[in-house]
C-alpha cells in the first residue's frame, strides 16, 4: 500500500521482516567483535534512532550510549553541506566507537564525523549502517557493518524522513516514480 506524505506519493520497497534481518545479523557482528569490551555506540540523529534502539535491543553485549544530531538534507535532496547541530557529550579518547548511521548515501555526513571524532583520539572508529546507496557515494567511506545496499533512490520510513514524517513508518518506502 501506498503512502501519502505531504506532497509526496511513496510505494513499498523493504519491508520490516528484511530490515530487522539485516538488523540482526549486524548486531551478531558486532556482539562478536565486541565479545568482552564496551564500546560507545554514537548514533547520527535524527534518523538513526529507529535502528539504534532496535540493534541495541538484539546485541549481545552492553554498549554506552551517546547521540550526536547533524543535517544535510533539505527536503529530496542531500545539501552537500553538513551541520552539526548537537555534539558530542562524553569523553571517548581511548574508547572504542561505532558510528550509527541509518543510511550512507553521499557520505559527507559520516566523513565530517569521522574528521570530527578523530580529534578526540578514540581507539578504534567504525560505522555501521542499515542502509548504503553506493550509487550515490561522494566520499570514500569504509563500512564496517553494512545491512542492505540500495539503488539510490529518495526513501522514507523507520527512521527515515521527508519533511520529518515517515519516520514512524517500520517498512521503507520509495518515493513513487
Do not use: C, W
Amino acid at each position: 500500500m501506498n503512502v501519502r506524505l505531504a506532497d509526496k506519493t511513496f510505494e513499498p520497497f523493504i519491508g520490516a521482516e528484511k530490515i530487522q534481518q539485516a538488523v540482526s545479523s549486524i548486531a551478531d557482528t558486532i556482539s562478536r567483535d565486541f565479545k568482552d569490551k564496551t564500546p560507545v555506540f554514537l548514533p547520527i540523529l535524527d534518523g538513526a534512532f529507529v535502528f539504534a534502539a532496535d540493534l541495541a535491543k538484539k546485541l549481545t553485549i552492553t554498549p554506552k550510549f551517546s547521540f550526536i544530531k547533524v543535517k544535510s538534507y533539505h527536503n529530496t535532496a542531500s545539501s552537500g553541506l553538513v551541520n552539526q547541530v548537537m555534539g558530542l557529550d562524553i569523553d571517548i579518547s581511548g574508547q572504542d566507537v561505532i558510528i550509527i548511521e541509518d543510511i550512507i548515501d553521499t557520505g559527507l555526513t559520516v566523513s565530517y564525523l569521522l574528521k570530527e571524532l578523530r580529534k578526540h583520539k578514540p581507539a578504534s572508529i567504525r560505522i555501521a549502517t542499515l542502509l548504503n546507496k553506493p550509487g550515490a557515494l561522494v566520499e570514500k567511506i569504509s563500512i564496517d557493518y553494512k545491512g542492505l545496499e540500495i539503488p539510490n533512490r529518495f526513501i522514507v520510513g523507520y527512521g527515515m524522513d521527508y519533511n520529518g514524517l515517515g519516520r514512524n513508518l517500520d517498512s521503507i518506502y520509495v518515493l513513487k516514480g
